[in-house]
């Protein structure tokens, strides 16, 4: 898998369009301060004001999200001096829209129009270029979380010894677990870039879960439920795995009898994905989350990466259910 260059902003997300709003009209807001005599005229000259203004911003964001794919070829300077060119023209188109507006016969700030679309852009943009650097550290840390926790010496000698144990009698399936042994650790130790398709995550859990399956036998009853047209969305890489391997400690291990549910469900829900790991709680452990046993370490790496690549469309909900069943939920765009 090749990583992709990674996009300086993108505002083709939903979260952009409402930061990138929100500071412009503040900007109008304090803007129009300036010369106001008093509230009501204040609010005369900011809706005079948003009226030019709004329109440009939407356009400026939507060319943005139309050159998406173009941009993401360039450097990252480039990609800064196409944003700040574009927020100029947005300046002019708000001038050009504000000018029958004016009640002076005064030449339009055209200038001035350019120059203030330009410096708006520029501080939307460099905003973006701190969000994306932020992925980085986030995205490393949840990696070596999940390197770390993969290479857990008990799931590594319980993987081996379930091979040892299949080599004489069922050498066709201790050859099928070392395969499998090997994909998961070849997945992990590649370079994936910012994210990965829902169908490569997939795959994932299945090599884990084959692993385990092998170890716990009739003890673990697993089902998969996936929904074809959802398979290329994206998330970010190794995010399903520390989830499904939640379910094995919290919803297999402590079963000391009877069999253990666990079920994977994606599903496309018009232009959204959603994805769903159900688990069964031991007795035990029923009028309990299996959460509180660990440090939700996993969820939370899950949650921040999560929002770090689809900013607020997305959500993520985990806990237990009245079917007796621990729900973990994702939704996120189909593309």
Same mark, same amino acid.
């Given at each position: 898998m090749h990583a992709r260059r990674a996009l300086v902003f993108d505002a083709c997300h939903a979260g952009v369009v409402l930061r990138a709003v929100l500071f412009v009209e503040l900007v109008l807001a304090v803007g129009s301060l300036f010369g106001a005599s008093g509230p009501r005229a204040w609010l005369v000259h900011w809706s005079l004001l948003t009226a030019a203004c709004l329109p440009a911003t939407l356009a400026w964001l939507l060319a943005a999200c139309a050159a998406k794919h173009g941009l993401q070829r360039l450097g990252d300077a480039w990609q800064y001096a196409a944003g700040v060119a574009l927020g100029a023209l947005a300046g002019l188109m708000a001038c050009l829209l504000g000018r029958p507006m004016l009640d002076s016969p005064a030449q339009p700030p055209w200038l001035a129009s350019a120059a203030s679309g330009a410096l708006l852009a520029a501080l939307l943009v460099a905003a973006l270029m701190l969000r994306a650097r932020a992925? #980085?550290?986030?995205?490393?840390? =949840?990696?070596?979380? &999940?390197?770390? %926790? $993969?290479?857990?010496?008990?799931?590594?000698?319980? #993987?081996?010894?379930?091979?040892? =144990?299949?080599?004489? &009698?069922?050498? %066709? $399936?201790?050859?099928?677990?070392?395969?499998?042994?090997?994909d998961l650790f070849r997945y992990a130790l590649?370079?994936?870039?910012?994210?990965?398709?829902?169908?490569?995550?997939?795959?994932?859990?299945?090599?884990?879960?084959?692993?385990?399956?092998?170890?716990?036998?009739?003890?673990?009853?697993?089902?998969?439920?996936?929904?074809?047209r959802a398979a290329g969305a994206r998330l970010p890489p190794l995010l399903l795995q520390p989830l499904v391997e939640n379910a094995v400690k919290h919803g297999v291990e402590p079963l000391a009898a009877g069999q253990a549910r666990l079920r994977v469900r994606t599903q496309l829900r018009g232009r959204r994905v959603v994805l769903a790991i159900d688990n069964t709680v031991p007795p035990a452990l029923a009028g309990d989350a299996p959460r509180t046993h660990g440090h939700g370490i996993a969820q939370a790496n899950v949650r921040e990466r999560l929002r770090l690549l689809h900013d607020l469309e997305c959500t993520f909900s985990a806990g237990p259910g009245e079917d007796g069943l621990y729900h973990v939920r994702l939704s996120f765009p189909a593309s």
């Open positions: 992925r #980085a550290p986030a995205a490393t840390a =949840a990696r070596l979380s &999940e390197l770390q %926790a $993969r290479i857990r010496p008990h799931f590594l000698f319980n #993987a081996l010894n379930s091979a040892i =144990a299949l080599v004489r &009698e069922e050498p %066709a $399936r201790a050859e099928t677990l070392l395969e499998d042994l090997s590649l370079e994936q870039g910012e994210s990965a398709t829902l169908a490569e995550e997939i795959a994932v859990a299945q090599r884990y879960l084959e692993i385990e399956q092998v170890r716990f036998g009739s003890r673990m009853c697993v089902q998969w439920q996936l929904d074809d």
